[in-house]
């Protein structure tokens, strides 16, 4: 069984197509090799940013046999009456390219046919690899494409070679003006020239002794026991993301760590600030050391040994401007106090016709007066409406241009020393995922509903890719706020509020990511189409019934109890008019049983698990009724009669959302 | 190593490859991707190498001096590689070790950093490159130059000449770069960084300004009128130069600003197909 081997050879790739192009090409190449019909054990894919690799072990020698069935001439023109075949059939069989033997007669509708079954296609794999890897390299999705070549052909960075063997030949094929050979190359410095690979298992020795760690799940594993290591030896634990674990995986072939440090003054500096300069602009791996920063980082270096002492001297001086930088903005912005730069919201425009950050704090402070109002939360009504009158003034401050991922967060910052716990925690949450206090929630919901609908109101609607206001990830956030907390609040009015041109846009689009978020919330897709059918706006009121039927669902009565629903709702829903029901038309006791059950059915609210239990009797009632009684009769005042008791039924099961929607029934 | 030996180092380097050494283009502009040496030579099919040091403007990040690491000029050293060799980073790196810089005893790394002009219609991929954690050269493979996707793709590499000079003499302050032996960046520039700071960020006048650009706008059309691209694109640049200004100087709505970036680009993108019309090249 042989090993085919394929390495594009790429000049540095960008950190941030990994992982994803990875799980493209353990995907894409799968699926290759089934269409192409090729028998294979296993495929392993590896890559650091020079390169990507992909092993196909123990490959079939020839394709897979596909026996493809076509239809001739009939079998009375096949055969003349001697048995014998006549030159009808014979001229078939040469048209297909098989033999007498492979034909079989078989009785169609139309009579007996004559059917050739012909084997295709069945080329040594080692013949169709070459065209295989082409198809691969080209059918690899990037986010943004380069073309850097005669050929025209577009990949994340320019390919500039090609290992292409089997076991010990090589696949040639060509792509990008490149050839694919049996060399590969080693570490951009430390190793010299090309390196002949002569057979697929010299591969991996021959790159480790050329300083290239070549499986990626090693090299991450490698770094985060290196950087642990080198954080104990001074007692520090490492401040590591694995946002940031990935992208120093892809920018290094060989990871070397290097301690670097910077004097303690800059300790005076915020640390979400110096953590936001080690991480974002520096890929640096931040410590901290009993509850606080420690003055030092850690470098995930390509090269180290002998050049160790420069790289760790270079780092400490670009991090020590870069810190002196920050230090400057931060005792200019702290001279100036937040309640002070109000007044220069108004000089802040916004994009299109939404006018300056002052209008967008007054509108969204028409939205914090509803939710306070209606959510009856009067007690910190003061503190919320200080927290939205400072949320946006950091922007105005040096800190925030230079650094615009520290919005909010430096407001907090600036605030802290001049308000109350809440008021500068509100300001320092309002843009997290996840605002981890009521305060922060409120003013993250005003904002977020005040972005989706400003920007819907001049007709920035999301479609397709085309997103550049980032409106899916914030409407995703806003239900994910009000899905997670379950603060109860219809959004319908709050578009009012907003003057939304577009209330039913707005809507369809918060549902989209409803609907998403209730999936991740590991709720059934019906079950959560089921919640949206509800005559409601408010995603807290869906969000419960969703997670309720889902719990619902795993009960043995659930069955039952959706297809009573449904009966109701089948025969009702082309029912025109509304009409009461009168019990003196009543011809039979299913007919009272029911009214009975609906008139002593509890008015007042009740949880949705108890309005269950109550509902149950029904399917028996129901039940009886239906085998019973015949509804759509002749007489028109009776049919109407049994049709305005069978919609009172339904309505008491319309809490639980559009039920017709439910798969599982009977 | 002084400042003027890194340039003189480097030019001499890339003349050894061929490359033909220019002068700074004699007009204000923000990057050395600006000069006719790199905005034109990208578009069509002609090969074209080149290196200049080109003085680039950047009003808004002056800082009156007082900033150890910010300029509201500095210089740019620009090589254009068209086409684009495929070994295009090994020369790079042969350039490093003319600066005596030993990538053995060093981390040089190519990180991902995409390039886009708004203003001129451009854009590219490529990277920022690092050496020991500080970007001192931007590397861009060119895809599209005054809204025209590129026949041939130039290979773009934009040295910092500060930041390169400021890690070999290991100076924490750009004024304290030595430019000779015996006179510093300082001396040089000090009083240009202070008052160009002075003009661009507190002092500009608003009404003036709007009427330059105006006009040099109105100038840039009637000399596309009468096919006269080159000096057309010489008014494209003064637009340019005067809006940065306008910017600088918050001067400028959001609108406003996205505006005047579209009439810049405008003229940036009819000067580069009036160019290649006149070539006779096709579009």
């Known amino acids: 069984m042989k090993t085919f081997l394929l390495e594009i050879g790429t000049e540095e790739l960008p950190a941030g197509i990994f992982p994803d192009i990875l799980e493209q090409i353990e995907e894409k190449s799968k699926d290759l090799l089934d269409r192409y019909r090729v028998e294979y054990r296993d495929i392993e894919v590896l890559a650091t940013p020079r390169r990507l690799t992909l092993f196909v072990y123990d490959l079939g020698e020839n394709q897979k046999d596909e026996i493809k069935k076509i239809k001739g001439p009939p079998k009375n023109v096949s055969l003349d009456s001697n048995g014998n075949p006549t030159k009808a059939l014979l001229g078939f069989v040469e048209r297909q390219g098989c033999s007498l033997e492979d034909i079989k007669f078989e009785s169609t509708p139309q009579g007996e046919y004559a059917f050739a079954y012909v084997k295709t296609g069945r080329k040594p794999v080692r013949e169709i690899l070459g065209e295989l890897a082409r198809e691969l390299i080209g059918s690899l999705e990037f986010q943004r494409n380069m073309y850097w070549e005669d050929t025209k052909f577009l990949f994340s960075r320019p390919i500039r070679w090609l290992l292409s063997i089997l076991d010990d030949e090589v696949i040639p094929f060509e792509i990008a003006g490149v050839r694919a050979d049996r060399y590969t190359y080693g570490h951009r410095f430390l190793s010299q020239g090309s390196i002949e690979i002569k057979s697929v298992d010299e591969y991996k020795e021959a790159l480790r002794s050329s300083y290239v760690m070549y499986d990626h799940k090693e090299r991450r594993t490698y770094i985060l026991q290196e950087i642990e290591r080198k954080a104990n030896e001074i007692s520090a634990r490492p401040i590591l993301t694995e946002g940031l674990l990935n992208e120093v995986t892809f920018l290094v072939e060989f990871p070397f ?40 980082f850690i470098i995930v270096a390509n090269m180290g040994d002998k050049a160790e002492e420069n790289i760790k001297k270079g780092n400490e001086r670009v991090i020590s401007a870069r810190f002196s930088d920050a230090q400057f903005f931060y005792k200019r912005d702290t001279a100036i106090p937040l309640k002070d730069r109000v007044k220069d919201l108004e000089k ?47 922007r105005t401050t040096e800190m925030v241009k230079e650094f615009p991922e520290l919005h ?63 409106l899916r990830k914030s409407a995703y956030n806003l239900v994910s706020i009000l899905g997670d907390s379950s603060i109860d609040v219809e959004l319908g009015p709050i578009m009012d509020i907003l003057n939304s041109r577009n209330k039913e846009e707005v809507w369809n689009f918060l549902s989209q990511r409803l609907y998403n978020y209730l999936l991740n919330r590991g709720v ?26 889902q719990e619902l669902s795993k009960r043995d009565s659930f069955p039952l109890f959706i297809t009573s629903a449904v009966r109701c709702y089948r025969i009702t829903k082309d029912l025109k008019e509304l009409f009461l029901c009168n019990p003196e038309y009543f011809e039979t006791e299913d007919e009272k049983a029911l009214y009975k059950f609906i008139e002593e059915f509890p008015k007042e609210e009740m949880s949705l698990l108890e309005r269950y239990e109550r509902l149950l009797p029904l ?20 049919r109407n009669n049994r049709l305005a008791l069978l919609r009172e039924t339904y309505n008491l099961f319309s809490p639980f959302g559009d039920l017709t929607k439910v798969e599982e029934r009977l | 190593m002084t400042f003027q030996e890194v340039i003189l180092k480097l030019l001499n380097f890339w003349q050894e490859q061929n490359c033909i050494i220019t002068q700074p283009y004699d007009m204000e502009v923000g990057a050395g991707t600006m000069s006719p040496d790199t905005f034109f030579r990208a578009l069509g099919k002609e090969r074209w190498n080149v290196a200049y040091v080109q003085p680039s403007r950047r009003p808004a990040d002056g800082r009156f001096g007082e900033n150890p690491n910010r300029l509201g000029k500095y210089y740019q050293l620009q090589v254009i590689l068209k086409p684009a060799p495929s070994n295009v980073q090994d020369i790079y790196i042969e350039s490093l070790k003319a600066l005596g810089i030993d990538p053995l005893l060093h981390d040089i790394r190519f990180v991902e950093d995409n390039w886009e002009s708004p203003t001129l219609g451009a854009w590219g991929l490529g990277w920022e490159v690092w050496l020991d954690g500080m970007e001192i050269t931007q590397f861009t493979y060119f895809q599209q130059m005054g809204g025209l996707p590129v026949d041939l793709v130039s290979a773009e590499i934009t040295y910092g000449l500060e930041r390169i000079a400021m890690y070999v003499q290991e100076k924490d302050n750009v004024f304290d770069l030595l430019w000779n032996n015996d006179i510093t960046y300082g001396d040089v520039r000090f009083q240009e960084e202070v008052e160009f700071s002075k003009y661009a960020l ?42 940065n200004l306008l910017d600088a100087g918050g001067m400028l709505s959001y609108t406003e600003r996205v505006s005047y970036i579209g009439r810049v680009r405008a003229l940036a993108r009819e000067c580069a197909r009036l160019y290649l019309e006149m070539k006779g090249e096709s579009l």
């Not at chain 1, 016709?353 to 402070?365: A, S």
């Not at chain 1, 919640?531 to 039927?549: F, M, N």
């Open chain 1, 348 to 394: 802040i425009s916004l994009p299109g016709e939404k006018g300056t950050l002052k209008d967008k704090v007054e509108n969204m402070r028409r939205v914090l007066n509803y939710l306070v109002d209606t959510l009856r939360l009067d007690d910190i009504k003061d503190d919320l409406n200080t927290a939205l009158t400072l949320c946006e003034t950091d």
């Open chain 1, 619 to 638: 399917v028996d009632i129901l039940d009886r009724f239906f085998k019973n009684v015949f509804v759509m009769v002749e007489d028109e005042k009776l």
């Open chain 1, 408 to 470: 909010g967060v430096m407001g907090g910052i600036y605030a802290r020393p001049h308000e109350k716990e809440n008021v500068w925690r509100a300001i320092y949450h309002h843009e997290d995922e996840n605002p981890p206090l009521l305060e922060a929630k409120l003013l993250a919901i005003a904002e977020r509903m005040y972005d989706i609908v400003s920007h819907f109101n001049e007709g920035y609607i999301p479609s397709g890719s085309q997103d550049p206001y980032g």
């Open chain 2, 202 to 243: 507190l002092n500009g006048d608003n009404k003036t300004l709007r009427g330059f650009f105006d006009d040099c706008e109105r100038e840039a059309n009637r000399l596309l009128g009468l096919r006269l691209v080159l000096p057309a694109y010489d008014y494209t640049l003064k637009c340019s130069h005067i809006f």
């Open chain 1, 257 to 296: 760590i290097i301690l670097g440090e910077f004097s303690k003054e800059f300790l005076e500096i915020p640390r979400e600030i110096l953590i936001t300069v080690m991480i974002h602009h520096q890929r640096y791996v931040p410590l901290e050391k009993d509850g606080s920063l420690y003055p030092g």
């Open chain 1, 524 to 549: 059934k897709r019906d079950l959560v189409e089921a919640a949206l059918g509800l005559a409601t706006t408010s995603v807290a009121r869906i969000t419960d019934t969703a997670l309720i039927l």
